[in-house]
């Protein structure tokens, strides 16, 4: 099993077999049409230099991250089944759910974070939407003055 994730865990978004030529100007490289049911399914896609490296990043994972395909047990549809048989197996009980507050015991939303300056609770003084202006500003913080 560990042979087989490890194909996965250092894949790159395309590999060097794929490549059919590169130069300055444009790269070209094979890909596989899924539309096409019957016949070649390959193609050659031909792309400038620079929309070649911008589409590649895209698919680079940032440090820390790796890329790992979901394998055994807990792959398919049938997870939930499969953990089932497993704690059956293991003569493992199935563990509590917590228990959502009951209607009488709902408890306030609250800012958890302190003032980083004062260290008391902040208060909202604007709500506002993605993309939307704020209408008031923040004051400045004595480190940038």
Same mark, same amino acid.
């Given at each position: ?25 444009t790269v070209a490289f ?15 896609? !031909?792309? #400038?230099?620079?929309?070649? =490296? /911008?589409?590649? %990043?895209?698919?680079?994972? @940032? ?9 055994g047990l807990l792959a398919?549809?049938? !997870?939930? #089944?499969?953990?089932?048989? =497993? /704690?059956?197996? %293991?003569?493992?009980?199935? @563990? ?15 800012? !958890?974070?302190?003032?980083p300056c004062c260290g ?26």
């Open positions: 099993m560990l042979a087989y994730l490890s194909r996965y865990t250092h894949r790159v978004a395309i590999s060097n077999a794929r490549l059919v030529s590169a130069d300055a100007q094979r890909w596989k049409d899924y539309r096409i049911k019957s016949g070649d399914r390959q193609k050659v896609m !031909r792309l #400038a230099t620079p929309e070649f =490296i /911008r589409r590649f %990043l895209i698919h680079v994972l @940032p440090d820390g991250f790796h890329r790992i395909r979901h394998y398919s549809s049938t !997870r939930k #089944a499969n953990i089932t048989n =497993i /704690r059956a197996l %293991l003569c493992v009980q199935r @563990p509590e759910q917590a228990t959502p507050p009951e209607p009488n015991e709902i408890i306030p939303l609250t800012m !958890r974070e302190p003032c008391g609770p902040m208060r909202i003084i604007e709500i506002f939407r993605r993309g939307q202006k704020p209408m008031s500003r923040a004051p400045p913080r004595e480190q940038a003055a």
